[in-house]
């Protein structure tokens, strides 16, 4: 009987242990989404300019959005404006089951704090109030993205922050890492 006593404490105490764990992990990670996204793009395959340049440490305040383009190719855009370019995907990438953001879009590239950030299109307070995916953001060549709707400015170089408009939450985050020698691999998730 005492055994099964001392059983039920430790079971008791190790799964306090977790969920504090737990709750304190999930607090200090906060700062990254919790909607859905993966994507890896290999550009030393693709060779795409666009992205290649988004992902230059040294060109800070270049961003490149990639979406999907039916079932055979990545779409990316430039804040600099320009022409969009196009990257054949390859099997693998085919045969993948990328998620690219809350609807088919990411926005990514070095910051003036030179940190290597990843945003999703859609503007997170008009997509959490009406739970429509019809906020993409337009990139600005001033590093910063604006919402249609709302008219909320959105500083890329800044943790996506709001800049200008009403109060609100910055832009939905996530995890991502680029290297870029020499075009570079992208790799981009929650």
């Known amino acids: ?21 737990l709750l304190f992990s999930a607090c200090a990670d906060s700062e990254f989404s919790r909607y859905r996204c993966y994507l890896m793009i290999n550009n030393n ?27 055979a190719r ?8 320009g022409t969009p370019t196009y990257g054949v995907m390859t099997a693998i990438d085919k045969n ?15 910051g003036n704090d030179q940190k290597f950030h990843a945003y999703d299109n859609q503007c997170k307070n008009c997509y959490e109030s009406s739970g429509l ?14 919402c249609k709707s709302c008219h909320r400015v959105y500083d890329l170089n800044n943790n996506g922050n709001i800049t200008k408009g ?16 020499p075009y570079g691999v992208l790799s981009v998730n929650n």
């Not at 079971?11 to 977790?18: E, N, R, V």
């Open 1 to 21: 009987m005492k055994h099964n006593i001392m059983s039920k404490i430790r079971y008791t105490a190790l799964s306090i242990a977790l969920m504090l764990t």
């Open 74 to 81: 990545f779409k990316f855009e430039s804040n600099q404006g």
């Open 45 to 71: 395959i693709l060779k795409d300019i666009t992205l290649a340049s988004a992902m230059n440490a040294a060109a800070p305040g270049i961003f490149c959005r990639i979406s999907m383009e039916g079932t």
């Open 166 to 181: 009403d109060k609100g939450d910055g832009l939905i985050r996530y995890r991502t890492n680029a290297n870029p020698v």
């Open 96 to 110: 993948s089951k990328w998620m690219i953001g809350v609807y088919n879009g990411i926005i990514v590239g070095y």
């Open 133 to 146: 995916t019809r906020y993409a953001l337009t990139m600005n060549t001033d590093g910063t993205a604006v």
